[in-house]
């Protein structure tokens, strides 16, 4: 699917798999009927390369680069990742993380060269409280047990919510992201959804 046509999609359904240490995801453009439909992205790395890098292609044999995230050091950021364009030069937009905002509920930037910054913010405080306090149970064995609960992040400009991330399934990482806002490019967008899973540590 070329950018035009990528362009042109709101809803994008994200799957996730993880296999060891390598982390795959499937990113497909809605079929008009809220079900996956076209595949339009496909991530494959491993779990520890996330942290500085990680290439979308637009499929599976991994022979269309379509975009590229990598971390940068930006001073109001915790963490913060350049998205590039398939030729690894041109910047497309970058997204981040606010650190103090995020100690009581995950708070990410989302920018683009001559638009307004977005804010990703989780939509539920009370949800955002619970999965920090789910963290911190000392479970037996140290046994990390996943989260079984659905929790979302909206997109906003200013006070407008233009968007949102919104967990589908309370046993896997499916994901929907919703977009009500023209002027955003898909290949950020999608990059700052894969993030909001494969960096989300709090």
Do not use: C
């Amino acid at each position: 699917m070329d950018m035009h046509q990528l362009q042109k999609h709101d809803r994008f359904h994200i799957r996730q798999k993880q296999k060891l240490m390598v982390i795959r995801y499937h990113v497909y453009a809605d079929d008009g009927q809220g079900q996956p439909g076209d595949l339009v992205a496909y991530i494959e790395e491993k779990r520890l390369t996330f942290k500085e890098h990680a290439t979308f292609y637009a499929e599976e044999s991994k022979e269309t680069v379509l975009a590229r995230f990598r971390a940068r050091k930006v001073e109001e950021l915790s963490s913060a990742y350049a998205v590039l364009a398939a030729d690894d030069e041109e910047e497309l937009g970058l997204f981040g993380k606010k650190f103090g905002k995020s100690f009581y509920r995950s708070t990410w930037v989302l920018d683009q060269e001559g638009r307004e910054r977005l804010t990703v913010s989780e939509r539920s405080q009370k949800m955002a409280w619970f999965r920090r306090i789910w963290k911190l149970v000392p479970w037996p064995g140290d046994v990390e047990v996943p989260f079984f609960w659905k929790y979302h992040f909206d997109f906003t400009r200013g006070e407008q919510v233009v968007g949102a991330l919104e967990k589908t399934a309370r046993l896997s990482d499916n994901y929907l992201l919703r977009l009500d806002d023209d002027e955003v490019d898909r290949r950020v967008a999608l990059a700052m959804a894969i993030g909001l899973d494969a960096l989300q540590y709090n």
